[in-house]
């Protein structure tokens, strides 16, 4: 009980505004006034601080025992532990890499790895390679997440018990995680979802204190809480790409609070609302993306090595990695120097040879019958071509460097004919101009084989660069960019790729390199007597940030790939198929990622009576109806709703995506549906909810040690769910954990959909 004291010295309670948690100020009122309780003495028992402790401690103790169980078997890569083992090796290495996700949680890796002794030399190529053969440390690296992911059970009952939940529903929200089969064969290997989950976990703690904390605003624990959701929050987002999800919800959660606190009529003034905005932009805002860019930062700090994602990036950003082929190779370009280009996305030549384009094409659209040019993916003396200034060099010897926005032109070898473009339809696609070649000596057409040179990124002066030096080649007269796409001519050009020119001039697939400067003056050179810069450039943060989030997006929707084992948002609440994560032929071993099946089944009934409820009360209230007392709706619409917000946030905005989706993308809403199904199995239990109390007239809130009566039945009814999940728990465990071998009959009968694609099945089934 505080003191008197202790009471006076708090800012005292709004009577206006809504309780988001219920039993969020811990004593007061209790000091003046003492509810009795009708709850079971057992119950109560639960609920003192030495009993919850001691739960909380057995869960805990469960938590490793089940993620820890085995965890060197298999010895084996599992899954994609090919990527994420791979990326901890890079980092050892300090090679860069390219990868969708953000690089906190494989950095994590990265450090585990090296705090175990990997040398960083395994490359986990392929599922199935052994660990042990190669001297791998693996079980210091998967120590990892198992350890996280145990963590997260303890973060699971407090979120539960900040909310104003008792020892007993807390308990069942954290055995829904704890026993189940996904949750627990995600986190015992080298992948980067129990990472996410546990930091997601932390972030929904850190702000339920927060928001427990408004009655005592801008205080020094309120700021803590605030900076700790933040900095939590960068965490998740920093450790998977869908940790977005986990921003966007306290995003949405913030949005309704401020909302609430704009309300003038609970009087608060827009000085008010604005200090509260500013608080929450500084921590919310300010402060996660601080700690979002501290993990590029160390990201590009460590990768400093050219490495196998240096074809992802921009010339710029290789040439600031040590040992990279532009670094190495890349040379300025002069004028008379005979080249070979390659375009960037195809990577095939510009060829052309002495076949000319046919009279007519199969739809009867007649062409120049010019000299083909053609994309070509072999290196041939047709790919070589000559650049030719158009105007006057006043620099004797090897010719002027060529610059960006110098008009060229570009003389093939082997047939001594100048590249040409012109207003006729190419061959495949009616509204691109072919593009030919022409006599170099007849000068009739001298402004049609005129092209402008267009670096990218270039600025005024810059000089042209083999390797390094992307650029487009654009048409003067009709401002056309040469451009290919993969589909092949027809046999008369010998199905190779056309070219053509693109009416978009700056269409970014339209982007071509030179590969290598065959010659000076006609005779081959050796690049290595040439001076190359070996020192690597600079390159500022922001713009390596910049450019590597562009492509983080752009590759992750570009997902879309089939694969065996992708499966539909709709079908993952539901189970309707898992993930084979590895096989044994041999003994006939295998690990097959699927969930709980008691465990996930109780999670949807819940949210559809939760939904239910919800539903009839609004229906009730439109008649004037008051069903649910305002203290109980005031836990189902804040505490409770907050957890279908996590769960919505985190689930629904899948169903938009149209990238490579597994049931492992639901993890974080199904912890989310834990919590509400313990939210919603204490209103089915309980006869009374935290009644309200009040004091001169007042009302006010209840301690947090007074929890809803849920009566003997309470603990009876949690700990039957607690021994049903784990026992299915064991029964689903050898497909868990990979141990031991089944023969075709045991793995029918763990098949509890016929949509499980599990492996050595019997075939009569």
């Given at each position: 009980m505080a003191s008197p004291g202790k009471i006076r010295n708090r800012k005292p309670f709004s009577t206006?505004?809504?309780?988001?948690?219920?039993?969020?100020?811990?004593?007061?009122?209790?000091?003046?006034?003492?509810?009795?309780?009708?709850?079971?003495?057992?119950?109560q028992a639960l609920d003192t601080p030495k009993a919850s402790a001691a739960v909380v401690g057995v869960l805990t103790a469960l938590a490793f025992a089940l993620r820890f169980y085995k965890i060197n078997h298999p010895d084996q890569v599992v899954f994609d532990e090919v990527h994420f083992g791979k990326f901890a090796s890079y980092y050892i290495l300090r090679q860069y890499y390219f990868d969708v996700h953000p690089p906190f949680a494989k950095l994590l890796f990265g450090l585990a790895g090296w705090f175990v002794g990997f040398d960083g030399h395994f490359t986990f190529d392929n599922i199935g390679d052994s660990y042990t053969e190669n001297h791998v440390p693996y079980v210091g690296m998967r120590a990892l997440p198992a350890i996280l992911g145990s963590l997260t059970i303890p973060i699971v009952y407090a979120i539960m018990k900040e909310t104003g939940h008792s020892t007993v529903i807390a308990a069942f929200s954290a055995c829904i995680v704890l026993f189940d089969n996904a949750?627990?064969?995600?986190?015992?290997?080298?992948?980067?979802?129990?990472?996410?989950i546990f930091f997601m976990s932390l972030t929904i703690y850190s702000y339920i204190r927060f928001r427990k904390l408004r009655y005592w605003e801008f205080s020094v624990e309120w700021w803590s809480w605030l900076i700790a959701t933040g900095f939590f929050m960068a965490c998740a987002w920093g450790s998977k790409v869908n940790g977005i999800?986990?921003?966007?919800?306290?995003?949405?959660?913030?949005?309704?609070?401020?909302?609430?606190?704009?309300?003038?009529?609970?009087?608060?003034?827009?000085?008010?609302?604005?200090?509260?905005?500013?608080?929450?932009?500084?921590?919310?805002?300010?402060?996660?993306f601080i700690i979002y860019l501290s993990f590029f930062y160390?990201?590009?700090?460590?990768?400093?090595?050219?490495?196998p994602g240096d074809?992802?990036?921009?010339?710029?950003?290789?040439?600031?990695?040590?040992?990279?082929?532009?670094?190495?190779?890349?040379?300025?370009?002069?004028?008379?120097?005979?080249?070979?280009?390659?375009?960037?996305?195809?990577?095939?030549?510009?060829?052309?040879?002495?076949?000319?384009?046919?009279?007519?094409?199969?739809?009867?659209?007649?062409?120049?019958?010019?000299?083909?040019?053609?994309?070509?993916g072999y290196e041939d003396a047709n790919n070589h071509w000559q650049i030719i200034p158009t105007k006057a060099l006043p620099e004797a010897g090897r010719g002027r460097v060529v610059q960006h926005e110098d008009t060229i032109q570009l003389l093939h070898m082997n047939t001594q004919t100048l590249l040409l473009t012109h207003d006729v339809a190419s061959p495949l696609m009616p509204t691109n101009q072919e593009f030919t070649t022409w006599p170099k000596d007849d000068h009739s057409r001298h402004n049609d084989t005129l092209f402008y040179l267009d670096l990218i990124d270039g600025n005024a002066g810059d000089a042209w660069k083999s390797k390094s030096g992307h650029f487009r080649l654009i048409h003067v007269p009709t401002k056309v960019s040469m451009w290919t796409h993969t589909k092949q001519l027809p046999e008369w050009a010998f199905k190779q790729q056309e070219i053509n020119g693109n009416k978009n001039a700056m269409e970014k697939s339209a982007t071509w390199y030179v590969d290598e400067i065959v010659s000076t003056d006609g005779n081959n050179i050796d690049l290595a007597e040439i001076n190359t810069p070996n020192e690597p450039k600079k390159l500022g943060f922001f713009r390596k940030f910049g450019e590597l989030q562009l492509l983080m997006l752009q590759h992750n929707a570009g997902l879309t790939a089939s694969h065996p084992y992708a499966s539909s948002p709709i079908n993952w609440p539901f189970l309707i198929s898992g993930i084979?994560?590895?096989?044994?032929?041999?003994?006939?071993?295998?690990?097959?990622?699927?969930?709980?099946?008691?465990?996930?089944?109780?999670c949807v009934i819940f949210i559809a009576i939760y939904v239910g409820i919800i539903g009839a009360d609004v229906v009730a209230r439109r008649r004037d109806i008051e069903a649910i007392p305002e203290h109980i709706r005031n836990r189902l619409w804040n505490s409770a709703g907050f957890f279908l917000l996590i769960w919505a946030v985190h689930y629904l905005p899948f169903?938009?995506?149209?990238?490579?989706?597994?049931?492992?993308?639901?993890?974080?809403?199904?912890?989310?549906?834990?919590?509400?199904?313990?939210?919603?199995?204490?209103?089915?239990?309980?006869?009374?909810?935290?009644?309200?109390?009040?004091?001169?007239?007042?009302?006010?809130?209840?301690?947090?040690?007074?929890?809803?009566?849920?009566?003997a039945k309470g603990p009876v009814v949690v700990g039957v769910f607690a021994v049903i999940m784990f026992a299915v728990f064991v029964f689903m465990a050898p497909l868990t954990f990979g141990t031991?071998?089944?023969?075709?009959?045991?793995?029918?009968?763990?098949?509890?959909?016929?949509?499980?694609?599990?492996?050595?099945?019997?075939?009569?089934?």
């Amino acid at each position: 009980m505080a003191s008197p004291g202790k009471i006076r010295n708090r800012k005292p309670f709004s009577t206006t505004r809504s309780d988001s948690y219920d039993q969020d100020d811990e004593d007061h009122v209790h000091a003046v006034y003492q509810r009795p309780t009708a709850r079971s003495a057992f119950e109560q028992a639960l609920d003192t601080p030495k009993a919850s402790a001691a739960v909380v401690g057995v869960l805990t103790a469960l938590a490793f025992a089940l993620r820890f169980y085995k965890i060197n078997h298999p010895d084996q890569v599992v899954f994609d532990e090919v990527h994420f083992g791979k990326f901890a090796s890079y980092y050892i290495l300090r090679q860069y890499y390219f990868d969708v996700h953000p690089p906190f949680a494989k950095l994590l890796f990265g450090l585990a790895g090296w705090f175990v002794g990997f040398d960083g030399h395994f490359t986990f190529d392929n599922i199935g390679d052994s660990y042990t053969e190669n001297h791998v440390p693996y079980v210091g690296m998967r120590a990892l997440p198992a350890i996280l992911g145990s963590l997260t059970i303890p973060i699971v009952y407090a979120i539960m018990k900040e909310t104003g939940h008792s020892t007993v529903i807390a308990a069942f929200s954290a055995c829904i995680v704890l026993f189940d089969n996904a949750h627990v064969a995600q986190s015992r290997l080298i992948l980067l979802d129990a990472t996410l989950i546990f930091f997601m976990s932390l972030t929904i703690y850190s702000y339920i204190r927060f928001r427990k904390l408004r009655y005592w605003e801008f205080s020094v624990e309120w700021w803590s809480w605030l900076i700790a959701t933040g900095f939590f929050m960068a965490c998740a987002w920093g450790s998977k790409v869908n940790g977005i999800l986990t921003v966007l919800t306290i995003g949405v959660a913030v949005l309704i609070d401020l909302w609430d606190i704009l309300d003038i009529k609970k009087g608060h003034t827009l000085e008010h609302f604005w200090k509260h905005f500013l608080a929450r932009a500084l921590g919310l805002i300010v402060v996660p993306f601080i700690i979002y860019l501290s993990f590029f930062y160390v990201h590009f700090a460590v990768l400093t090595y050219s490495g196998p994602g240096d074809s992802f990036m921009s010339p710029a950003f290789q040439e600031t990695l040590i040992g990279n082929e532009l670094l190495m190779h890349s040379q300025e370009l002069h004028y008379y120097d005979v080249i070979t280009m390659k375009h960037r996305d195809t990577k095939v030549f510009l060829h052309s040879h002495p076949d000319r384009y046919p009279l007519q094409y199969d739809d009867g659209r007649i062409s120049s019958q010019g000299q083909q040019v053609t994309g070509y993916g072999y290196e041939d003396a047709n790919n070589h071509w000559q650049i030719i200034p158009t105007k006057a060099l006043p620099e004797a010897g090897r010719g002027r460097v060529v610059q960006h926005e110098d008009t060229i032109q570009l003389l093939h070898m082997n047939t001594q004919t100048l590249l040409l473009t012109h207003d006729v339809a190419s061959p495949l696609m009616p509204t691109n101009q072919e593009f030919t070649t022409w006599p170099k000596d007849d000068h009739s057409r001298h402004n049609d084989t005129l092209f402008y040179l267009d670096l990218i990124d270039g600025n005024a002066g810059d000089a042209w660069k083999s390797k390094s030096g992307h650029f487009r080649l654009i048409h003067v007269p009709t401002k056309v960019s040469m451009w290919t796409h993969t589909k092949q001519l027809p046999e008369w050009a010998f199905k190779q790729q056309e070219i053509n020119g693109n009416k978009n001039a700056m269409e970014k697939s339209a982007t071509w390199y030179v590969d290598e400067i065959v010659s000076t003056d006609g005779n081959n050179i050796d690049l290595a007597e040439i001076n190359t810069p070996n020192e690597p450039k600079k390159l500022g943060f922001f713009r390596k940030f910049g450019e590597l989030q562009l492509l983080m997006l752009q590759h992750n929707a570009g997902l879309t790939a089939s694969h065996p084992y992708a499966s539909s948002p709709i079908n993952w609440p539901f189970l309707i198929s898992g993930i084979s994560f590895w096989t044994e032929n041999d003994t006939q071993k295998q690990i097959y990622l699927i969930g709980n099946a008691v465990g996930w089944a109780i999670c949807v009934i819940f949210i559809a009576i939760y939904v239910g409820i919800i539903g009839a009360d609004v229906v009730a209230r439109r008649r004037d109806i008051e069903a649910i007392p305002e203290h109980i709706r005031n836990r189902l619409w804040n505490s409770a709703g907050f957890f279908l917000l996590i769960w919505a946030v985190h689930y629904l905005p899948f169903f938009l995506m149209s990238r490579q989706l597994f049931i492992h993308h639901y993890l974080p809403s199904h912890l989310a549906s834990a919590l509400l199904a313990g939210s919603v199995l204490n209103f089915i239990l309980s006869d009374t909810i935290n009644f309200p109390i009040s004091v001169a007239g007042r009302r006010t809130h209840m301690r947090p040690s007074e929890f809803a009566d849920l009566g003997a039945k309470g603990p009876v009814v949690v700990g039957v769910f607690a021994v049903i999940m784990f026992a299915v728990f064991v029964f689903m465990a050898p497909l868990t954990f990979g141990t031991p071998g089944l023969d075709g009959d045991a793995v029918n009968s763990k098949r509890l959909l016929s949509s499980w694609t599990l492996h050595f099945a019997a075939k009569n089934t």
